[in-house]
């Protein structure tokens, strides 16, 4: 052929043979193993003892096998016995986060432990704008139905695990030469995972509890963070406020003077009272005398300066005498300074003794004089137009939202306005370190590492404290810790940079340094714990529990040479108490989703331990400031005092009563040499499983000693709460929330602990209108039921029944007022818990 190579003939493309799907239940499909599709349990199932895991596509009806049957299938349908509930596979709830999956897919269980089979369809649907609503029910008994759905139970409706989204690592053949112990351990991890048990190397997806107030476009949320969110796990906690209201007629009759505690007696004024645009001649008017300006200057410097490092001391000293040389000639002074000084001394206000500042004044110092100070300053600050933000107003700034978080002043603007701050510091570069420019002066490169510093950790704080992640993350600058050096060592001319002392001594920085090295560490775990789904390995968890545990092992141990030296001393010790109780609280943050959960899940038994140790940590730090001084126990108490109030609380309230002879065997006051003996002499390990409440079962005393740390921690909170704009609500709920543990701790005085919350309620009120008698925004009410200390005829015998006088004049409210009869609920409108326990929690 010419020695031309014959042509190929093409071939035809083979048409891909379609592969058949498997019939099979999802466990032998997912093993690649025979099934001979009994149903409801297939053979093999049913020979690995794990029956209740055998389930099937909806699509198995046309996969059953020829030889059943239709009627004898629904026949076995119908009379086989339903699988337990907590073995069965459930429809997600449609107000999950979770997508709705398609018909066609497998149902897969959404908790740890697989709860309750196919729930009944809930009579309200999302979108129906409460369709179905019960004759009488209020409309906003279900506002939130519009926003997420159906309602749900008050507690463990939805838990956090949805072991469906576990990502489990697919089991291999062990090979030929492996040896016998390898073998067993193969064995043991193979059938702990036909039991369904998580290890630590599993994939988990959680979704953290939310809370998700408002309807339809108008809501608010709040994450995790927030103590509030805990409240769902006491689901009897309505059933004890009515019965104490049941109980108690007074607070009926004082609900108008209750509402007005409630709410905040400053809410007429003056926060809502208008004034005109503040200038420099009215910022000087209202600074009090120059010996009240000095004593609330001395308690800034010693208790809040050192933890938010804003000002260089000298500098502001310096400029604070020459303002004392030109305040008579209002031109010459800068409005700037005159807004900063006004809120160092609103940012130290509740520290001090107001009767002993009124002795140094001449003039009337009204209850309200800080808060004026910082409305005033913010309303200032609003109308300077600041184009290029410098230093000066990055302080302003900062200290206005420490001076608000002080007084209590827009605690849910906190997290937008540190926002809107940390992106004005980025804009002007102080996230870059400013080593790399040469026209930055070496004062002003350390006063831009403090300030940056400083912005970071309050808004890593407002992040945590409402739930919601950080603005900026450890990769997203690059700027460098300030040096450990005194501020007088700095000075604004130094041409040469300074040498940073080692960390083990004492300077005016040393608290930002040690706090910053765990920085990085809590922004991570800000911001996986406050994600909108937390997908993790638990042994990741465990990794930064260790990491935490560790700063909180590299604390430095501060001496004071000076043992007279009390200033020295109140500081070193505020500034261990602060970096020990912000490593607990991250603790907290990253290991109460899984707490919650130990109770059905073995594996998360390190987080409850964690989460009690930390939480005991937090209010035993609180205890010793508290019994020190007062200024030291209010620098202390945060929201991570909230948190562990109700972590303790939460814990004592879901573990069994424990055996009461080993109650009263000691407490916190009991000396710590005599601690431990009694401990190992009265722990009986064999009365209880080993589990995350094994230590309140057997330790003796403990829950009396937790209690204790608890009660105290309300102490402390209630001097707060008094000083605050609002926080009467708060000590309400949680005076209401340790009389619920401790009724359930011990029912047979049950009616004391019910009548003490009465009692601190009526005395919390009273106290608050005692110490405004006199004062004007009041209004003509003045204390109503509350004067002439009428309410203490009230205060029954404990353990008794209260016993109301027969006269009751001036006790009931006018008629005018429109307090509604029959079906009022005082108790639980004051105490508005519609916020609390009404909630919605996210799965």
């Given at each position: 052929?010419d020695?031309?190579k014959?042509?190929?003939?093409?071939?035809?493309?083979?048409?891909?043979?379609?592969?058949?799907r498997t019939m099979?239940?999802?466990?032998?499909?997912?093993?690649?193993?025979?099934?001979?599709?009994?149903?409801?349990?297939?053979?093999?199932?049913?020979?690995?003892?794990?029956?209740?895991k055998?389930?099937?596509?909806?699509?198995?009806?046309?996969?059953?096998?020829t030889t059943?049957?239709a009627s004898?299938?629904?026949?076995r349908?119908?009379?086989?016995?339903?699988?337990?509930?907590?073995h069965?596979?459930?429809h997600?709830?449609?107000d999950?986060?979770?997508?709705?999956?398609?018909?066609?897919?497998?149902?897969?269980?959404?908790s740890?432990?697989?709860?309750?089979?196919?729930?009944?369809?809930s009579p309200?649907?999302?979108?129906?704008?409460?369709?179905?609503?019960p004759?009488?029910?209020?409309?906003?008994?279900?506002?939130?139905?519009?926003?997420?759905?159906?309602?749900?139970a008050?507690?463990?409706?939805?838990?956090?695990?949805n072991t469906?989204?576990?990502?489990?690592?697919?089991?291999?053949?062990?090979?030929?030469n492996?040896?016998?112990?390898?073998?067993?351990?193969?064995?043991d991890?193979?059938?702990?995972?036909?039991?369904?048990?998580?290890s630590?190397?599993h994939?988990?997806?959680?979704?953290?509890r939310?809370?998700?107030r408002?309807?339809?476009?108008?809501?608010?949320?709040?994450?995790?963070?927030?103590?509030a969110?805990l409240?769902?796990?006491?689901?009897?906690?309505?059933?004890f406020?009515e019965?104490?209201?049941l109980?108690?007629?007074?607070?009926?009759?004082?609900?108008?003077?209750?509402?007005?505690?409630r709410?905040?007696l400053w809410?007429?004024?003056?926060?809502?009272?208008?004034?005109?645009?503040?200038?420099?001649?009215?910022?000087?008017?209202?600074?009090?005398?120059?010996?009240v300006v000095?004593?609330?200057?001395g308690?800034?410097?010693?208790?809040?300066?050192?933890?938010?490092?804003i000002?260089?001391?000298?500098?502001?000293?310096?400029?604070?005498?020459?303002?004392?040389?030109?305040?008579?000639?209002?031109?010459?002074v800068?409005?700037v300074?005159?807004?900063?000084?006004?809120?160092?001394?609103?940012?130290?206000?509740?520290?001090?003794?107001?009767?002993?500042?009124?002795?140094?004044?001449?003039?009337?110092?009204?209850?309200?004089?800080?808060?004026?100070?910082?409305?005033?300053?913010?309303?200032?600050?609003?109308?300077?137009?600041?184009?290029?933000?410098?230093?000066?107003?990055?302080?302003?700034?900062?200290?206005?939202?420490?001076?608000?978080?002080?007084?209590?002043?827009?605690?849910?603007?906190?997290w937008?306005?540190?926002?809107?701050?940390?992106?004005?510091?980025?804009?002007?570069?102080?996230?870059?370190?400013?080593?790399?420019?040469?026209?930055?002066?070496?004062?002003?490169?350390?006063?831009?590492?403090?300030?940056?510093?400083?912005?970071?950790?309050?808004?890593?704080?407002?992040?945590?404290?409402?739930g919601?992640?950080?603005?900026?993350?450890?990769s997203?600058?690059?700027?460098?810790?300030?040096?450990?050096?005194?501020?007088?060592e700095?000075?604004?001319?130094?041409?040469?940079?300074?040498?940073?002392?080692?960390?083990?001594?004492?300077?005016?920085?040393?608290?930002?340094?040690?706090?910053g090295?765990s920085?990085?560490?809590?922004?991570?775990?800000c911001?996986?714990m406050?994600?909108?789904?937390?997908?993790c390995?638990?042994?990741?968890?465990?990794?930064?529990?260790?990491?935490v545990?560790?700063?909180?092992?590299?604390i430095?141990?501060?001496m004071?040479?000076?043992?007279?030296?009390?200033?020295t001393?109140h500081?070193?010790?505020?500034?261990k108490?602060?970096?020990?109780?912000?490593?607990?609280?991250?603790?907290?943050s990253?290991?109460?989703?899984?707490?919650?959960?130990?109770?059905?899940?073995?594996?998360f038994?390190p987080?409850?331990?964690?989460?009690?140790?930390?939480a005991?940590?937090?209010?035993?730090?609180?205890?010793?400031?508290?019994?020190?001084?007062r200024?030291l126990?209010?620098?202390?108490?945060?929201?991570?005092?909230?948190?562990?109030?109700?972590?303790?609380?939460?814990?004592?309230?879901?573990?069994?009563?424990?055996?009461?002879k080993?109650?009263?065997s000691?407490?916190?006051e009991?000396?710590?040499a005599?601690?431990?003996p009694?401990l190992?002499?009265?722990?009986?390990?064999?009365?209880?499983?080993?589990?995350?409440?094994f230590?309140?079962?057997?330790?003796?005393?403990?829950p009396?000693s937790?209690?204790?740390?608890?009660?105290?921690?309300?102490?402390?909170?209630?001097?707060r709460?008094?000083?605050?704009?609002?926080?009467?609500?708060?000590?309400?709920?949680?005076?209401?929330?340790?009389?619920?543990?401790?009724a359930?701790?011990?029912?047979?005085?049950?009616?004391?602990?019910?009548?003490?919350?009465?009692?601190?309620?009526?005395?919390?009120?009273?106290?608050?209108?005692?110490?405004h008698?006199?004062?004007?925004?009041?209004?003509?009410?003045?204390?109503?039921?509350?004067?002439?200390?009428?309410?203490?005829?009230?205060?029954?015998?404990?353990?008794?029944?209260?016993?109301?006088?027969?006269?009751?004049?001036?006790?009931?409210?006018?008629?005018?007022?429109?307090?509604?009869s029959?079906?009022?609920?005082?108790?639980?409108?004051v105490?508005d818990?519609?916020?609390?326990t009404?909630?919605?929690?996210?799965?």
């Open positions: 052929m020695g031309q014959p042509a190929i003939a093409p071939q035809l493309e083979r048409a891909r043979k379609r592969r058949r099979a239940c999802t466990q032998c499909r997912s093993r690649k193993l025979r099934c001979d599709r009994e149903y409801p349990t297939c053979g093999r199932c049913l020979k690995s003892r794990t029956p209740t055998c389930t099937y596509e909806d699509g198995f009806l046309w996969q059953r096998p059943l049957a004898s299938f629904a026949d349908e119908s009379t086989l016995p339903k699988p337990r509930a907590d069965t596979p459930a997600t709830p449609p999950s986060v979770i997508g709705t999956k398609s018909a066609r897919e497998p149902l897969v269980p959404t740890i432990s697989d709860p309750a089979p196919y729930p009944a369809l309200f649907d999302g979108s129906s704008h409460c369709r179905g609503r004759p009488g029910k209020e409309r906003r008994d279900c506002f939130l139905e519009t926003v997420l759905g159906a309602p749900k008050a507690v463990n409706q939805e838990p956090y695990v469906g989204l576990l990502q489990r690592p697919k089991r291999t053949a062990p090979g030929p492996i040896s016998f112990a390898s073998r067993a351990d193969d064995e991890a193979n059938e702990a995972e036909d039991d369904g048990a998580l630590p190397s994939q988990l997806d959680l979704s953290p939310i809370m998700m408002g309807r339809e476009t108008k809501t608010r949320f709040s994450g995790s963070g927030i103590y969110n409240v769902g796990h006491f689901p009897d906690i309505r059933s406020a019965e104490i209201k109980a108690n007629p007074i607070l009926s009759q004082l609900r108008p003077d209750l509402e007005r505690v709410r905040g809410k007429r004024k003056p926060l809502n009272e208008p004034f005109p645009e503040p200038t420099t001649a009215s910022l000087i008017d209202l600074l009090p005398s120059r010996d000095d004593e609330l200057i308690l800034y410097l010693t208790y809040i300066e050192p933890t938010h490092r000002l260089h001391i000298p500098s502001f000293l310096r400029e604070l005498d020459e303002f004392w040389l030109q305040m008579d000639n209002p031109n010459m800068s409005p300074f005159s807004v900063q000084l006004l809120l160092v001394l609103a940012c130290a206000w509740n520290l001090a003794d107001v009767a002993s500042l009124q002795e140094k004044n001449t003039d009337e110092l009204k209850c309200y004089t800080a808060l004026e100070w910082v409305l005033h300053a913010e309303k200032w600050l609003k109308s300077t137009p600041i184009k290029r933000p410098e230093i000066a107003a990055l302080r302003l700034s900062i200290l206005l939202i420490v001076a608000q978080n002080c007084h209590g002043m827009k605690r849910s603007q906190a937008l306005t540190m926002g809107t701050l940390v992106k004005q510091a980025m804009m002007a570069g102080y996230h870059r370190d400013p080593s790399q420019y040469s026209r930055i002066s070496v004062f002003n490169k350390e006063m831009r590492r403090r300030i940056w510093m400083t912005i970071v950790e309050l808004d890593l704080q407002i992040a945590i404290d409402r919601m992640p950080p603005s900026v993350q450890s997203d600058y690059d700027t460098f810790p300030p040096l450990n050096v005194n501020d007088d700095l000075h604004e001319n130094s041409t040469e940079a300074l040498e940073s002392r080692p960390l083990s001594e004492v300077t005016d920085a040393s608290f930002q340094i040690v706090l090295r920085l990085p560490l809590r922004l991570k775990a911001s996986l406050h994600s909108p789904r937390i997908s390995r638990y042994k990741e968890i465990l990794r930064l529990d260790w990491e545990n560790r700063q909180l092992s590299r430095p141990a501060w004071t040479p000076d043992a007279s030296d009390l200033v001393q500081k070193v010790a505020l500034w108490a602060l970096i020990e109780t912000k490593l607990a609280q991250s603790l907290l990253i290991h109460t989703p899984f707490a919650v959960e130990a109770r059905r899940e073995s594996l038994a987080s409850a331990r964690s989460r009690l140790d930390a005991t940590m937090i209010l035993s730090t609180q205890r010793r400031l508290h019994e020190t001084s200024p126990s209010l620098c202390m108490l945060g929201e991570w005092t909230l948190q562990a109030y109700i972590s303790l609380c939460q814990l004592l309230h879901t573990t069994d009563s424990p055996n009461s080993y109650l009263p000691f407490s916190f009991t000396p710590a005599l601690r431990l009694l190992i002499s009265n722990v009986d390990r064999s009365s209880y499983p080993s589990s995350s409440t230590l309140l079962h057997t330790v003796p005393g403990l009396d937790l209690l204790s740390l608890v009660e105290t921690a309300l102490l402390s909170l209630e001097g709460f008094l000083l605050v704009v609002k926080g009467a609500k708060d000590y309400f709920f949680l005076s209401t929330i340790v009389a619920l543990v401790k359930k701790l011990w029912p047979a005085q049950a009616i004391m602990y019910k009548q003490q919350v009465v009692e601190r309620v009526l005395s919390f009120a009273h106290t608050l209108f005692s110490r008698a006199t004062c004007e925004h009041l209004g003509d009410p003045g204390m109503g039921s509350f004067k002439n200390n009428q309410v203490a005829a009230f205060t029954a015998t404990p353990g008794m029944p209260p016993v109301l006088p027969s006269d009751l004049n001036g006790m009931f409210p006018p008629t005018d007022l429109g307090v509604p029959g079906d009022f609920d005082p108790f639980l409108d105490f818990w519609e916020d609390l009404g909630i919605a929690l996210g799965n």
